[in-house]
């Protein structure tokens, strides 16, 4: 019987009319799929026309597996796991490897294009043959506008056009010009009064696109807002790829290793182009003395800066946490809470403020220094003291982390440890170096790893408060004393070292190793910590 009413009740719910939702959303499904698809493959499309097949083929593959995982049954399983996988893919791994084929190439400010590109830029430059150059003018003629063209001390113009309408053509128009003294003038009406230069600039666009072609075939070509005249290529091509400037018949060829254009005694042309160089960068950073000198200095840094934060930010937290789990300490609570107040704070807030009390001048700190023992330290032109800044105020920010860990940490250990350690006559140094210490370490350390490697490329403190400075003195790239190794490459990339890329997405790759062996570590020791 009950057999019998389960069955029915399951014919009667797999029996239930669909909804008027259910309705809509099945038969909106696949036209919305399908618009879908049409945008995807549009915008793949648009990608490939602009000349990038590998970014399109990329995009391709992943709209394909997307359609395929939300439209199939068979990627059912998938549907929760694609979103993760493909942001995962496009905001983590191609920025990666992107960064990384960066660090095989040229790629500067001084070599931005491809090398098909920057021959086009050079066969498009020309020169005005100018004993052919004559000025022109617009004139109205109802909603159309003629051009008329003259040498200069000439009475009249020489030259006229039919009618224009001058609507931006979309490529070159091609205009057969007439001679305005053969009577055969293309005009049914004279010619209007000139028109001023700010309609001339408003028609500049359509103008630039004119070709004015004489009787004898003589093109004439826009020069600017008063002159049309013939133009003179600077280069020619040749047929095994390489240029001829017109000039003195000089032959530049593609130079792969250099990324120019140049010549058999070795003149260069610029632009540069992009160029694969394989393991240059990274050659440069060993080989080149000039280069490897500030880099050591600079690397070496880093790994102290990020040591000595961390040694120094645990010391201080980890005594601050013993002393606040003194039960017998009165105001425990304000104590922590004060404490706690530089963690509280936003970091670039107290950096900015800390930037302002080591001001040489007028800081608080010199002042009181001044008024003690009649001193003025130098902060941000000193590099020992510079540095010395940078470790006091990264510990200010990273010491209330440690203490909040510690804190928790102490609260796991047995209160009946304590309680021996006392009856047997320990002192508080012997209960804090063997029973505190240790147990608290192993779990402790992953985390240090983690702070460790969050100094490593701690780019804030150092962009706010030193920007690198001071400078070394004599090297090929800026280099600054208190610059860690992403602030060294941001410059590099982006700021007074020519903006090479290439040499800074070297460096960039090198610090991701560097910071993923790290994440390795912290792994192995939370993984033998939880043990």
Same mark, same amino acid.
């Given at each position: 019987?009950?057999?019998?009413?389960?069955?029915?009740?399951?014919?009667?719910?797999?029996?239930?009319?669909?909804?008027?939702?259910?309705?809509?959303?099945?038969?909106?499904?696949?036209?919305?799929?399908?618009?879908?698809?049409?945008?995807?493959?549009?915008?793949?499309?648009?990608?490939?026309?602009?000349?990038?097949?590998?970014?399109?083929?990329?995009?391709?593959?992943?709209?394909?597996?997307?359609?395929?995982?939300?439209?199939?049954?068979?990627?059912?399983?998938?549907?929760?796991?694609?979103?993760?996988?493909?942001?995962?893919?496009?905001?983590?791994?191609?920025?990666?490897? &992107?960064?990384?084929?960066?660090?095989?190439?040229?790629?500067?400010?001084?070599?931005?294009?491809?090398?098909?590109?920057?021959?086009?830029?050079?066969?498009?430059?020309?020169?005005?043959?100018?004993?052919?150059?004559?000025? &022109?003018?617009?004139?109205?003629?109802?909603?159309?506008?003629?051009?008329?063209?003259?040498?200069?001390?000439?009475?009249?113009?020489?030259?006229?056009?039919?009618?224009?309408?001058?609507?931006?053509?979309?490529?070159?128009?091609?205009?057969?010009?007439?001679?305005?003294?053969?009577?055969?003038?293309?005009?049914?009406?004279?010619?209007?009064?000139?028109?001023?230069?700010?309609?001339?600039?408003?028609?500049?666009?359509?103008?630039?696109?004119?070709?004015?072609?004489?009787?004898?075939?003589?093109?004439?070509?826009?020069?600017?807002?008063?002159?049309?005249?013939?133009?003179?290529?600077?280069?020619?091509?040749?047929?095994?790829?390489?240029?001829?400037?017109?000039?003195?018949?000089?032959?530049?060829?593609?130079?792969?290793?250099?990324?120019?254009?140049?010549?058999?005694?070795?003149?260069?042309?610029?632009?540069?182009?992009?160029?694969?160089?394989?393991?240059?960068?990274?050659?440069?950073?060993?080989?080149?003395?000039?280069?490897?000198?500030?880099?050591?200095?600079?690397?070496?840094?880093?790994?102290?800066?990020?040591?000595?934060?961390?040694?120094?930010?645990?010391?201080?937290?980890?005594?601050?946490?013993?002393?606040?789990?003194?039960?017998?300490?009165? &105001?425990?609570?304000?104590?922590?809470?004060?404490?706690?107040?530089?963690?509280?704070?936003?970091?670039?807030?107290?950096?900015?403020?800390?930037?302002?009390?080591?001001?040489?001048?007028?800081?608080?700190?010199?002042?009181?220094?001044?008024?003690?023992?009649?001193?003025?330290?130098?902060?941000?032109?000193?590099?020992?003291?510079?540095?010395?800044?940078?470790?006091?105020?990264?510990?200010?920010?990273?010491?209330?982390?440690?203490?909040?860990?510690?804190?928790?940490?102490?609260? #796991?250990?047995?209160?009946?440890?304590?309680?021996?350690?006392?009856?047997?006559?320990?002192?508080? #140094?012997?209960?804090?170096?063997?029973?505190?210490?240790?147990?608290?370490?192993?779990?402790?350390?992953?985390?240090?790893?983690?702070?460790?490697?969050?100094?490593?490329?701690?780019?804030?403190?150092?962009?706010?408060?030193?920007?690198?400075?001071?400078?070394?003195?004599?090297?090929?790239?800026?280099?600054?004393?208190?610059?860690?190794?992403?602030?060294?490459?941001?410059?590099?990339?982006?700021?007074?070292?020519?903006?090479?890329?290439?040499?800074?997405?070297?460096?960039?790759?090198?610090?991701?190793?560097?910071?993923?062996?790290?994440?390795?570590?912290?792994?192995?020791?939370?993984?033998?910590?939880?043990?």
């Amino acid at each position: 019987m009950n057999a019998l009413s389960s069955s029915l009740g399951q014919e009667a719910y797999t029996t239930l009319p669909p909804t008027l939702a259910e309705k809509l959303a099945r038969g909106l499904r696949w036209p919305v799929a399908i618009a879908a698809m049409l945008a995807a493959l549009y915008l793949v499309f648009a990608v490939y026309a602009a000349g990038q097949a590998a970014w399109a083929a990329g995009l391709l593959a992943l709209f394909a597996a997307g359609f395929y995982v939300y439209l199939s049954r068979g990627g059912f399983a998938w549907r929760y796991l694609f979103p993760g996988i493909a942001g995962m893919l496009v905001f983590i791994a191609f920025p990666l490897a &992107y960064t990384a084929q960066l660090g095989f190439t040229n790629y500067s400010s001084t070599h931005l294009l491809g090398e098909s590109r920057v021959r086009e830029y050079l066969l498009e430059q020309h020169d005005a043959v100018e004993d052919q150059v004559l000025g &022109y003018s617009l004139h109205a003629d109802g909603a159309e506008f003629r051009l008329a063209l003259q040498a200069d001390g000439d009475a009249g113009p020489r030259w006229v056009s039919p009618p224009l309408a001058l609507r931006r053509p979309s490529g070159e128009l091609r205009v057969d010009l007439a001679p305005a003294d053969a009577g055969r003038l293309p005009l049914t009406a004279p010619l209007q009064a000139a028109l001023p230069l700010p309609e001339l600039i408003r028609h500049r666009d359509a103008l630039a696109r004119l070709v004015l072609v004489l009787p004898d075939k003589t093109e004439l070509r826009y020069l600017g807002l008063r002159e049309f005249g013939p133009v003179k290529p600077q280069w020619t091509a040749n047929p095994d790829g390489s240029l001829t400037r017109a000039a003195d018949g000089a032959v530049f060829a593609p130079n792969r290793d250099t990324g120019f254009f140049q010549t058999a005694a070795g003149e260069t042309q610029a632009p540069g182009f992009k160029a694969f160089i394989g393991w240059g960068n990274y050659a440069r950073m060993l080989f080149d003395a000039e280069f490897r000198g500030p880099f050591l200095a600079i690397f070496t840094w880093t790994v102290v800066f990020s040591a000595l934060t961390v040694l120094c930010s645990t010391a201080i937290g980890m005594l601050f946490a013993v002393m606040l789990n003194w039960e017998g300490m009165k &105001y425990r609570t304000s104590y922590r809470t004060l404490l706690f107040l530089p963690y509280a704070v936003p970091g670039f807030i107290s950096i900015l403020v800390f930037k302002g009390l080591f001001n040489q001048n007028f800081g608080e700190i010199n002042a009181i220094l001044d008024a003690l023992f009649g001193v003025k330290p130098a902060w941000f032109a000193d590099p020992l003291l510079a540095k010395t800044m940078l470790l006091i105020v990264n510990v200010w920010l990273g010491y209330p982390y440690i203490m909040i860990l510690c804190s928790g940490l102490l609260k #796991a250990i047995p209160a009946d440890l304590y309680e021996a350690s006392a009856l047997a006559g320990a002192s508080p #140094a012997t209960n804090f170096f063997k029973i505190t210490a240790p147990l608290i370490i192993k779990p402790l350390a992953p985390l240090l790893v983690s702070a460790f490697a969050f100094n490593f490329n701690n780019f804030v403190l150092i962009a706010l408060l030193t920007d690198g400075r001071p400078d070394f003195l004599s090297t090929k790239l800026p280099a600054g004393q208190t610059d860690i190794l992403v602030s060294y490459t941001y410059r590099i990339a982006f700021k007074d070292s020519g903006s090479d890329f290439g040499l800074a997405a070297a460096i960039s790759t090198l610090i991701f190793f560097l910071v993923a062996a790290l994440s390795l570590v912290n792994l192995r020791m939370s993984a033998k910590a939880q043990k």
